[in-house]
């Protein structure tokens, strides 16, 4: 197809190009898609498929039109990706579409596209070793966690609420209104009873927290939040919203004594002695475990200090989403409703977002490095991740298979597979020391 390409950068990843496709061409298209209806056409006076083409046209004016602009914009786009050799990433935003009798067709097309990365030289990369040793201020701290998983809640009745406390709440909401220009409708009343709140809890929004501290069992209080546009709960996304609670149990963090009755409650241990002796060796192992982990971390961290380049929005926040996804299925899997679970949804995404922004960066420098070395999945290498896949999650290899099968799965695996092999040659290379 011959068109005509004007490419404009937006920036290193997102690109604006405008499309021009002759009149030739468009003529042509009109006569193959007219001639296509005119089969299928039913015109008073007519048998199907013997009207007049130019009667069909007239009459399917609109629809004509509609399935040549669609036809030829999608395929003199994916030409001018050709022509650029670019790697898009998620669906154009197609505007300024302009359309004669007789052609040409003109158009707007901006995207994102994957970086053009420029590695340093990463062969024989160096890297600090790690220390295996156990300290006793891991052991403790591995003490600690087990007191808190084994603690139990104990109600209160004569001091008011604290951070680190449990409350349980009834709440009403009541939505105020907004912009004075808004034509949405006011959502309706919210209303909840036993709502448990973890106070000054990470994922706790900040208001609830704020207007519990402080308050006693069976208090009653007001207050107002105002949600952000991006607010994942849609029903409260730019909303202003009035909430009053009252205070219906308040329950307090208990944690049991290190003694040897903790011991055998945990581990079925005699002793305390012997559970810490355990928990030591168990943190020993770990950290021999984690040493290669960590190693590999700190190549990518290297490569990724030393490598600037721009993420794709697009890319970015397709990968937050599926992380707030999980989380949310995670809570239900848990029997809580995660609507009901008095989460900052914006706070949590931001925190999420550096992790997730050099997750992506890892795995575009590791696509860069097989790609340089032609590090390639051999069909053993498959073999060995389903099998690897068949055991973690305790199922038939063929069913494994099968669900791998779907969606564009197994290219996904396919790519974590190229992409842990990347990873080991560059460790490989690397000097540790």
Known sequence: MQIEVAVEDLSSVRKKLEIEIPGDLVRSEFESIGQAWRKEARIPGFRKGRAPLGLVQRTYRKEIRGEVVQNLVSRSYQEALQQQGWRPVGEPEIGEVELG???????????????????????????????????????????????????????????????????????????????????????????EEDVRVE????????????????????????????????????????????????????????????????????????????????LEEDLQRQKAKDRESQIRNQLLAKLIEQTGFELPETLVEARIDSRVREVAYNMVSRGIDPARAGLDWPKLRQEMRPRVEQEIRSELILDQIASEQAIRVEPEDEREELARAARSMNAPPEQVRSYFSQEGRFEQLRQGICRRKALDWLREKAQVG
């Open 101 to 191: 009798e007789t052609g040409p067709l003109h158009y707007v097309a901006t995207l994102e596209v994957l970086p053009e990365l420029k590695l340093p030289p990463y062969e024989g990369l160096q890297v600090k070793d790690v220390d295996e040793a156990v300290s006793a201020q891991e052991v403790a701290s591995a003490l600690q966690e087990l007191r808190q998983q084994h603690a139990r809640f104990e109600a209160v009745e004569d001091r008011p609420i604290q951070e680190g406390d449990a409350a349980v709440i009834d709440l009403r909401g009541e939505f105020l209104p907004g912009d004075e220009d808004s034509q949405e409708p006011i959502p309706d009343p919210i209303h």
């Open 199 to 278: 106070v000054g809890g990470e994922r706790t929004h900040e208001a609830f927290s704020k207007a519990l501290v402080g308050m006693n069992l069976a208090q009653e209080k007001a207050f107002e939040v105002s949600y952000p546009q991006d607010y994942p709960e849609k029903k409260l996304a730019a909303r202003r919203v009035r909430y009053t609670v009252e205070v219906t149990d308040v329950q307090t963090r208990v944690l049991p004594e290190l003694d040897d009755a903790f011991a055998r409650e945990v581990g079925d241990f005699e002793t305390l002695e012997l559970m810490q002796e355990r």
